[in-house]
């Protein structure tokens, strides 16, 4: 008998959306209203801390107030009952995957739940409002960051997240435009290995030629039904 396959998903801003979370790149979405070289940059941090952590702190509240929808539901019931390994990597930096019963998330891109230090890279959990010059418990220093993998940095968990890809049977890319390196390059890792590819976005991603099968509906409708599949073998 041949052994239950391995799965990676990778989840972007559009499994939250019917959360009531915005995207980034659909119209009126984040990017629309705020310039990524001001609120997702180093630099931009640099320049001006406090409308850095303005933009997070009101991230962060939303999505304390968001509920998890059917398709985080769905990826928890698929990590719960799948035999092979399901591996769950993230772009979303709110806690919806969490709050919908997933375990283990990776989150390449950093967490809203999360605090860093600049100087010692110590970890901590953030306050729902973060304030420009909060001391690190750790080191004592007034250098707290969130804790989100800006443009120019490197995402996390990659080591990781490669080695999933190698032994993937499965790659499921679900809610994300496939705009932004490294994720948007996991398909062709998958690809590579030859893992069978699925794309479930609303509309096509920038690589929409890289998937198998392609399913363009809401998540809430189309992850349910493919877990549904899975599950059945
Ligand atoms: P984008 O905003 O680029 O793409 C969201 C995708 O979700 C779009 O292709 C939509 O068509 C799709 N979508 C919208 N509503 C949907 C729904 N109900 N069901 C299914 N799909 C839906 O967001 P990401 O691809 O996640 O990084 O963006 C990647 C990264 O760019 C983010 O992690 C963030 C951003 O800049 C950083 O801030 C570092």
Redesign the pocket.
Known sequence: MMSAPSIVIL?????S??SGL?????EG???AQHR?EDV?TPEGFARNPQRVVDFYNARRAQAAEASP?A?HAALARLQAEHLGDVTLVT???DDLHEKGGSGDVIH???ALASALCAACEHRWPARLEMSVGEECPACAAPTIRPD????G?I?YHMERIERALANADIFAA???????YP??GFVQMARHVGAETVE??????ENVGLFDDIRE???????PNWVAEVLAG
């Open positions: 989840t972007g801003a559009g499994i959306a019917e915005g995207t980034f790149r659909d979405g984040l990017w990524i997702a929808n398709a772009q979303n930096v390449m891109h950093g989100i993998v800006w443009f940095e995402p679900i809610g994300t435009s496939g705009n932004v994720a948007a479930m976005n609303l509309e096509p991603g509906s809401k998540a809430s409708e189309t992850v």
